[in-house]
């Protein structure tokens, strides 16, 4: 005999896994950011604008 679907413990269930990949995935990224940053500390990042710069208005 079949067992009983039970569809909200399996959608937690890759809900749970998803988020924990999101996360793992993020951090990742983060730690190849400052990595990347420790070894070229003169360089500009894209995160950090200098003053007086703003972003350019796409015209579409």
Same mark, same amino acid.
């Given at each position: ?14 809900? *749970?896994? @998803? &988020? ?5 995935? %993020? +951090?990742?990224?983060?730690? =190849? *950011?400052? @990595? &990347? ?5 003169? %360089? +500009?990042?894209?995160?950090? =604008? ?11």
């Amino acid at each position: 005999m079949a067992r009983k679907p039970n569809y909200d413990f399996e959608r937690r269930e890759r809900e *749970r896994l @998803k &988020a924990i990949k999101v996360a793992e995935k %993020a +951090e990742a990224k983060r730690a =190849a *950011r400052e @990595k &990347a940053k420790a070894e070229s500390p003169g %360089a +500009e990042s894209a995160d950090t =604008a200098a003053p007086g710069d703003e972003p350019v208005p796409d015209k579409g």
